[in-house]
């Protein structure tokens, strides 16, 4: 259990915050290149605690400013799309994406009041279906050179889904390995054929085995946490009897995103990103090993289950989450339906806006919430003394930093050491882009 001083101090992220000051020196994930596609590419960002206005210019330049113009405050989500930047409709200044208003036309000709206002502005860059912003001060750090970064766009699909509750509950279910054997507990197995684009539909590699029924079976798993350079690394074993070993390889990204695979050609990076205190989006890139991703499938079946422009889901606590006692009966664990990302959504959503952890009791199983716990802690005391934090990278150190891997694998019960890593091996080989 966390004391009351210290689940305050890892779950804020506002400005000036101990986490939030964390969070601002990396990129973040701000939007999808999809909310600005239309005739006037301009969608409002909170983040971070943070009012932003987001646009892109007709030479697809990406700007992000404080949503208050800093004359009178009208609302900048309405302003007008100009010479290359975005203009106040209630006096006409005008900023460019650095924040610098250029122009003032209320004012006398020969003014140069408009070089003394610099607005709110934070730099963005688009990979591959996400427009991440950096909020923090200085140089921006370079992005890792992860699989989801390095796959063409022909191989990843973007997506994203509220959630109404605190960041930090919304990432430590990802990295809670032993809560997919009830909570995603499916007690009928589906055809594999019929899962595309969708966790724990596929089977296990090389056999015949469902991973539903793996999870099913096999609800104990060993869970092993390795610290790495990009944040930790989980190792989960079942053992299958004589069936071998399932050693399923998942990921914590610091600071909030998570790693995991989809199924045996597609894996997910998904980050948690803080809206204010009480609300985050899930943000994530699907990546394909195998054929180019479906886009317009996968796109489809999520817009079936989130309401957009907010992206806010349909199931959710105001009807129950589609909660079925029938269903729970003879079909699944939750009795939630088949969308594993409503059973998250409840297991996070149902401790309130924000867990009060004084009265949690955790166990050997939550070995991942608890190093991770220790790793954020860290960082926050590393910023604080003012000091260079471990996972902001340079531009070398970036492009070194590749994968990670996140896969299922069956190996033999007295050597799954580097089982994991051959068959990642085996799966780069075949794919058109690694």
């Known amino acids: 259990m966390l004391s009351a001083a210290d689940n305050q101090r890892l779950t804020q992220t506002g400005p000036n915050t101990p986490a939030g000051q964390v969070m601002r020196q990396f990129w973040q ?7 600005l596609e239309g005739k006037r590419p301009v969608c409002q960002v909170n983040l971070l605690g ?4 987001l646009y892109r210019t007709s030479q697809g330049q990406y700007g992000l400013l404080g949503k208050y113009c800093p004359h009178r405050g009208a609302d900048l989500c309405y302003g007008r799309l100009e010479g290359g930047g975005l203009r106040c409709p209630f006096h006409g200044w005008l900023f460019d994406a650095n924040g610098q208003c250029l122009e003032q036309p209320a004012e006398p000709e020969d003014s140069r009041f408009h070089t003394k206002i610099k607005h ?3 730099p963005c860059q688009e990979r591959n279906g996400i427009i ?4 923090g001060e200085g140089t921006p750090p370079a992005l890792p050179n992860y699989d989801c970064f390095a796959a063409p ?12 509750c605190n960041w930090l509950q919304a990432l430590e279910v990802g990295i809670d390995p032993s809560h997919a054997s009830f909570l995603h507990r499916f007690l009928q197995d589906e055809d594999p054929q019929e899962g595309y684009g969708k966790q724990f539909r596929d089977k296990a590699a090389d056999t015949d085995i469902p991973m539903t029924k793996i999870l099913r079976d096999y609800p104990r798993p060993d869970i092993n946490v390795e610290e790495t350079d990009f944040g930790l690394r989980l190792i989960s074993l079942r053992n299958l009897d004589n069936a071998g070993m399932h050693v399923r390889v998942t990921n914590q990204i610091f600071p909030h995103a998570i790693h995991i695979p989809m199924s045996n050609q597609m894996t997910i990076t998904q980050w948690h990103v803080p809206i204010d205190d009480v609300t985050c989006y899930w943000v994530a890139i699907f990546t394909s090993f195998g054929e180019p991703v479906d886009k317009k499938l996968m796109r489809e079946q999520r817009e079936e289950l989130y309401e957009l422009p907010e992206y806010r ?7 129950n989450y589609g909660y079925n006692p029938q269903e729970q009966d003879d079909k699944t664990y939750t009795g939630m339906g088949l969308d594993i990302n409503v059973h998250d959504q409840w297991a996070v959503e149902s401790p309130g806006p924000l867990q009060d952890r004084t009265r949690e009791h955790l166990g050997a199983a939550d070995i991942g919430i608890t190093s991770y716990r220790k790793l954020l802690k860290r960082a926050i005391s590393t910023v604080e003394a003012g ?10 150190q970036a492009a070194e930093i590749t994968g990670p891997i996140a896969i299922d694998a069956i190996a033999p019960i007295d050597d799954w050491q580097n089982s994991w890593r051959d068959s990642d091996k085996t799966r780069r080989q075949g794919c058109s882009w690694t």
């Open 153 to 164: 766009d022909t191989h990843t699909f973007a997506f994203k889904g509220l959630i109404e």
């Open 132 to 135: 991440f912003a950096f909020l």
């Open 29 to 35: 994930p701000a939007a999808l290149t999809h909310e």
């Open 50 to 53: 943070e009012e932003l206005v």
């Open 313 to 319: 889901p349909r199931l959710n606590k105001t009807n």
């Open 120 to 122: 709110t502005a934070y």
């Open 387 to 396: 000091k260079q934090l471990e996972f902001v990278l340079s531009k070398q």
